[in-house]
């Protein structure tokens, strides 16, 4: 009796995992953590004034039920210029130096069934003049 042996063959994966940015409003032109980005508000509305420098930051991570912002991100991490201040439209605005829309997370490994993605907003300080 002849044994038939198979061929080991080596299998390689690759892709690419993109998101891509449209429309981002802040109507009341607070930072991520609730402070008005100008660091003054009207006094008898609330309402922030000056605006914010908006910025983001994707975490691309592996699934968790509850999302654990201090581990590391597993597939990526990309911090984004200023991209503008309190309304940006991202699909009316030519590329900006340093940023490329869509973000891109390449990968060459099988990918995973459950992946988490993590978006914030990081809206800066701006300095309003007094009158």
């Known amino acids: 009796m002849k044994s038939v042996g198979r ?3 080596d299998v390689e994966s ?3 995992f993109e998101l891509r940015l449209k429309y981002f409003k802040n109507d009341n032109g607070r930072d991520n ?5 100008s660091g003054r508000s009207d ?3 609330g309402k922030c004034i000056g605006t914010c420098k908006t910025r983001f930051r994707v975490c691309l991570k592996h699934y968790q039920a509850k999302i654990d912002t201090t581990s590391q991100c ?3 991490d990309v911090m984004t210029p200023v991209l503008g201040e ?3 439209n991202m699909t009316s605005q030519s590329q900006q ?3 490329v829309n869509p973000i891109q997370f390449p990968f060459d490994f099988a ?3 459950c992946k988490r993605v993590k978006m914030e907003e990081l809206g800066l300080a701006t300095k309003v003049q007094p009158c």
């Open 43 to 45: 006094s008898v509305t």
């Open 33 to 37: 953590t609730g402070v008005c980005c």
């Open 86 to 88: 309190n309304t940006i």
């Open 74 to 76: 597993t597939f990526g």
């Open 7 to 9: 061929k080991r063959e």
């Open 111 to 113: 990918w995973p069934k």
């Open 14 to 16: 690759s892709g690419l």
């Open 97 to 99: 130096i340093g940023f």
